[in-house]
């Protein structure tokens, strides 16, 4: 009697989790919804019920309207076209506990530094790295490495031109 018992506990348990299995859930959305974020935002506070009121508001920080727009910049390099070509690369390491927070760190400064050259941060196992720039030429490149050099002496055996696919423009 007891182990018919657990053999039916058993089988709902199997049958309950397969149900939780197919149940529809809602997908995290995908990138072009993420785009779309700034348009819903202005879009939503402006709406007001029959008496004037405002339905809700909603108070959005600037960094995340800027983490917006960094994500377009991104999205959009992805789509665009490739080729071989140079980029200055500026940081590398594989220690496991400071390479992602360092990585980060370096790419705020090259971004503040720099602000018109495309900035990278990646990682490729077991290395973070950070690359700037979309050069078609090694000298192009090396006139960036002089640059960085000149504002961070302290990066001097860091930074170089590296081969790698860059954006086509």
């Known amino acids: 009697m007891t182990r018919k018992f657990f053999l039916l ?33 202005s879009e939503m506070s402006g709406r007001v019920d029959a008496s004037g009121q405002p339905l809700f508001s909603i108070s959005v920080d600037k960094r995340v309207y800027r983490l917006i727009n960094q994500e377009k910049h991104r999205s959009g390099a992805r789509r665009a076209a490739t080729m071989r070509g140079f980029r200055v690369q500026v940081f590398s390491s594989n220690n496991q506990r400071t390479a992602k927070p360092e990585a980060i760190q370096m790419e705020s400064k090259m971004l503040n530094a720099f602000p018109n050259i495309s900035t990278y941060r990646f990682f490729q196992a077991p290395f973070w790295k950070v690359r700037m720039g979309d050069f078609r030429t090694k000298d192009e490149a090396e006139a960036l490495c002089v640059s960085i050099i000149k504002a961070f002496p302290q990066l001097r055996g860091d930074v170089y031109a590296v081969p790698d696919d860059i954006t086509a423009q």
């Not at 049958?15 to 700034?38: I, K, R």
């Open 9 to 41: 506990i058993g089988l709902m348990l199997c049958v309950s989790t397969l149900w939780a299995q197919t149940v529809e859930t809602t997908s995290v959305p995908d990138s072009a919804a993420l785009l779309a974020t700034p348009e819903i935002i």
